[in-house]
């Protein structure tokens, strides 16, 4: 897919008092092992823990971020509706290596991933850095880091097929929040 802008970022958009409820939300919750490929753990991939959430108080939150990422970076993408919410949390030496959202088939509804949106809930840790891989290589060569997430409440949207990660964690802990929104496969 050949597109004038891979991203937008908000940074520093959600409140303190905001990011302190999800997470003391998500953590109300018990956690488990993140997965990947339909279920399955592929060591050296991912390694994370997470919980979905499905309160429609945190997609009200992002819709407006989503709608306006869709807009200014002139992807007019259609989409319908979102998956559930993933809560993760990355702990001292947990990661999630090199991956695409949209790299799987389509779901049983026929719909696909198309816009990607991820959360930084805190900023007390250290490690866990977000990469991207530029439009230009598209293969992990050029990757770059979103900086402008690393803030607090800070909010990125991009489409579902960039290639992105998360470094390990070295300090401290990780939270964030990932939400797809989904629509009627390419055609």
Same mark, same amino acid.
């Given at each position: ?7 937008? #970022? ?12 999800? /997470? ?26 997470? =919980? ?7 997609? *009200?939150?992002?819709?407006?971020? +989503?709608?306006?990422?869709? &807009? ?5 993408? &259609?989409?319908?509706?979102? *998956?559930?919410?993933?809560? #993760?949390?990355?702990?001292?030496? &947990? ?8 790299? +799987?088939?389509? &779901? ?6 198309? +816009?990607? /949106? $991820?959360?930084?809930?805190? %900023? ?7 990469? +991207?891989?530029?439009?230009? #290589? ?5 990757? /770059?880091? =979103? @900086? ?18 998360? %470094?390990?964690? $070295? ?7 990932? @939400?797809? =929104? ?6």
């Amino acid at each position: 897919m050949n597109l004038k802008h891979y991203d937008c #970022t908000f940074t520093s958009t959600l409140s303190s008092d905001v990011c302190n409820r999800i /997470i003391k939300h998500g953590l109300s919750q018990p956690l488990e092992k993140a997965l990947v490929n339909d279920g399955q753990h592929i060591s050296g991939i991912r390694d994370s823990d997470l =919980v979905w959430l499905y309160d429609s108080w945190i997609y *009200d939150l992002l819709q407006p971020y +989503i709608e306006r990422a869709n &807009q200014v970076s002139e992807w007019n993408f &259609q989409y319908e509706s979102s *998956d559930g919410i993933q809560f #993760t949390r990355y702990g001292v030496g &947990q990661y999630y290596d090199w991956h695409k959202d949209s790299n +799987i088939p389509p &779901q049983p509804d026929g719909k696909i991933r198309k +816009i990607s /949106i $991820t959360v930084n809930l805190n %900023d007390d840790y250290e490690g866990g850095e977000f990469y +991207i891989d530029t439009a230009e #290589t598209y293969g992990k060569t050029n990757h /770059i880091e =979103v @900086v402008d997430l690393k803030p607090k409440g800070s909010i990125y949207v991009f489409p579902s097929d960039v290639w992105h990660k998360v %470094d390990k964690v $070295t300090k401290g802990v990780r939270y964030a929040l990932v @939400v797809w =929104v989904k629509g009627e496969a390419w055609r």
